[in-house]
């Protein structure tokens, strides 16, 4: 059986549960227990979907999943489910499967508590057997229960396997996608802000997954679009042996890299200041933004030492972690 010493919602120590916080934000305020009182029974080993674009969330099974009697349960046929769960990929050539649901439960929290990233609410579960799962709360319904109105920017930019192969979701590049956000939302100045954190958040936490289809518009109430909360954020480098960026045309063109980027196939601070004057971040936000992931938060630490990573997992998130951030710091002319 699993020992709970931190929150497995918001990793606060001193819990053997849920933290008021966390129920809150997660269950709305249900006395939910991260314990389940059933399995995960699927057959893992029946993956037979060869991979041909390295992809951690690409054979990830989601379970659809609902709050009854203050019990986390799987969604009965014929209601909606509000939330995910996603329990370890059944696919062995992942390095620390198991791992992976308590990765993206920490890359999470430090996008929020760090970063101060709107995230997608979230926290890890335990099976029976102790079997460790994300759940996460979707963000696509209202609190009166109708769907919002959501598209990817895969959807978007019209791609699909037919029109760009079966690769789709990974073709252009992070300014073709932010050229989709100022296309099709008004407050496209604020929203682009985030949509800049979000990138250089990916690439020095080494989220080489971060495809078209991890990002997404939502409608908002007055019926405008607005970036939607991030979602599937992991530190992938653990698991696979990944690329800097998960789209194919990378960051920005080539001809705009630095002399840095261009010796060395990897960005630095100047090539992110370029990215987001490309993409319209106003000057003062930029160099705000630049700032803040420019320091080594103490918080990080602390949050991946709480997490419910094993130590070597842990030893190996920390060295990643400090590997993209000296990238990141050096200067053009190093």
């Known amino acids: 059986m699993i020992e709970i010493k931190v929150c497995p919602g918001n990793l606060t120590p001193g819990f053997d549960n849920y933290s008021p916080a966390c129920l ?28 041909n674009q390295i992809s951690v969330s690409g054979v990830q099974e989601k379970l659809s999943a609902i709050i009854r009697d203050n019990k986390i349960m799987l969604t009965p046929k014929g209601e909606q489910g509000r939330y995910i769960i996603k329990p370890s ?15 993206e439960h920490l890359t999470m929290q430090i996008a929020r508590q760090v970063y101060k990233i709107k995230t997608a609410e979230n ?79 990916n690439y020095l936490f080494a989220n080489g997954d971060a495809h078209l289809k991890n990002f997404s518009l939502q409608q908002s109430p007055a019926g405008d679009y607005l970036l939607s909360p991030a979602y599937d954020l992991l530190n992938t480098s653990i698991h696979v042996q990944d690329e800097d960026f998960a789209l194919q045309n990378g960051l920005l063109p080539e001809s705009e890299y630095s002399e840095t980027y261009t010796r060395t196939g990897h960005p630095c ?14 000057t003062k936000k930029l160099d705000l933004i630049i700032e803040l992931f420019s320091q080594e938060h103490p918080l990080i630490y602390d949050l991946i030492d709480r997490s419910f990573l094993d130590d070597k997992a842990k030893r190996m998130y920390k060295r990643s972690y400090q590997e993209r951030l000296s990238r990141f710091l050096r200067n053009d002319t190093e």
Not at 89 to 103: D, E, M, S, T, V
Not at 174 to 193: G, H
């Open 123 to 201: 926290g890890l579960i335990f099976f029976a057997d102790g079997e460790m799962a994300y759940i996460t709360k979707r963000f696509d319904f209202s609190e009166d229960g109708t769907k919002i109105k959501q598209e990817d920017f895969s959807s978007l930019a019209h791609k699909t396997a037919i029109t760009h192969g079966k690769n789709f979701k990974y073709t252009g590049s992070y300014e073709d996608a932010a050229t989709l956000l100022r296309t099709y939302v008004a407050a496209w100045q604020i929203e682009i802000s985030k949509y800049f954190s979000l990138i250089l958040f």
């Open 89 to 103: 990929p059944g696919y062995k050539h992942l390095r620390f499967r198991n791992q992976i649901p308590a990765n």
């Open 269 to 282: 601070r100047t090539d992110f200041t370029t990215f987001g004057n490309r993409i319209g971040v106003l």
């Open 24 to 51: 809150s934000q997660l269950f709305d305020g249900k006395k939910v227990s991260p314990i389940l009182d059933f399995n995960y029974d699927a057959d893992k080993d029946n993956f037979s979907t060869v991979i």
